[in-house]
C-alpha cells in the first residue's frame, strides 16, 4: 500500500488533535507529517517535506487557506487540498460549483471517506481553487468546474443551456463548449437550483431559464436558445409558470 503524505493546517489545536485521531484510527494509508496553525508555517512545511495532501482550514487569522496558494507558482502546486470547513449553505454551493473537496466541521468519518475517494479522482490542478475563490466573493459571473473524461472546463453558469441526465453520466449543454459528458449524475448539479436562474422540469432536466424561447404547455415541452427540446413534467408546469411571473 502507498503512503500518502499529508499535513494539516488549522488553528484550532483541539480542531487538528480530532482530525489527526480520525485519519490515524481509519486510515493507514494517510501518513500525517506534520500539523501547521497557520499559512506560514504551513509553505515552510509543504517545501520542506513535500507533501501529497493538503488538510486545510479556510478561516485562520492572519492568512486564510485560499491564500496559501499565493505563495506558490502554479507549476509548484503538485499536492491536493481538501478544505476543512464551517461555512455556510452559501458558501458550499461555491465548493461544489469549483469541483473541490471539502469537509464540513466536526469532521465526521463517513464524509472523509467521500473526500478521500474524490480527491484521487481529481488532479492537482489551480483553476478548481481560483473558480472557488471566485465564486465566495460574491462576483456576478459565476462559474462552474466541468470535467470530462479528457478535460476541465471552466464554463459561466449563464453559458449553461440545460442540463441532462443518461445514465450515470450527465450531459451538459453550453452554448459555448456545446455537449459536456460527465461522470456525475444530475443530482449532484441540483445545487444549481437555489445559486442561479435554474428549474429541474423533469427527472431529466435542468434547464436555464434565461435560455428558454417557448413553453408549449399543450405537449409539456419546452424550445430552448438553440432550439433542442426539453421535457417538462405536468407538475412542473404551474411551477415554471410561476418562476416567470414572479
Known amino acids: 500500500m502507498e503512503l500518502i503524505k499529508a499535513i494539516i493546517v488549522d488553528d484550532e489545536p483541539n480542531a487538528r488533535k480530532a482530525l489527526r485521531g480520525l485519519l490515524t484510527d481509519n486510515f493507514a494509508e494517510i501518513q500525517i507529517i506534520a500539523d501547521c496553525s497557520n499559512v506560514p508555517e504551513a509553505v515552510k512545511t509543504i517545501n520542506k517535506y513535500k507533501p501529497d495532501l493538503v488538510f486545510l482550514d479556510i478561516d485562520m487569522p492572519g492568512y486564510s487557506g485560499f491564500e496559501l496558494l499565493e505563495f506558490f507558482d502554479e507549476q509548484q502546486i503538485w499536492f491536493k487540498i481538501i478544505f476543512v470547513t464551517a461555512y455556510s449553505e452559501y458558501s458550499l454551493r461555491a ?3 469549483s469541483a473541490v473537496d471539502y469537509i464540513l466541521k466536526p469532521v465526521r468519518l463517513e464524509h472523509m471517506q467521500r473526500a478521500l ?28 468546474v466541468l470535467q470530462t473524461s479528457e478535460t476541465i472546463y ?78 417538462l413534467a405536468q407538475d412542473k ?8 411571473t414572479v
Not at 161 to 173: D, H, L, M
Not at 206 to 227: A, Q
Open 95 to 97: 465548493f461544489e460549483a
Open 117 to 144: 475517494k474524490k480527491v484521487n479522482l481529481l488532479p492537482s490542478d489551480t483553476v478548481q481553487y481560483k473558480v472557488l475563490r471566485d465564486n465566495l466573493s460574491h462576483q456576478q459571473d459565476r462559474k462552474v
Open 154 to 231: 471552466v464554463v459561466n453558469q449563464d453559458d449553461i443551456i440545460f442540463i441532462q441526465a443518461e445514465g450515470s453520466y450527465t450531459k451538459i449543454i453550453t452554448a459555448t463548449h456545446g455537449v459536456l459528458t460527465i461522470t456525475k449524475k444530475l443530482l449532484d448539479f441540483e445545487y444549481l437550483e437555489s445559486d442561479g436562474p435554474f428549474f429541474r422540469t423533469h427527472r431529466s432536466y435542468l434547464v436555464n431559464l434565461n435560455h428558454i424561447k417557448k413553453i408549449d404547455k399543450k405537449d409539456f415541452v419546452l424550445i430552448m436558445s438553440n432550439e433542442a427540446q426539453v421535457h
Open 237 to 244: 408546469k404551474n411551477q415554471l409558470i410561476e418562476r416567470f
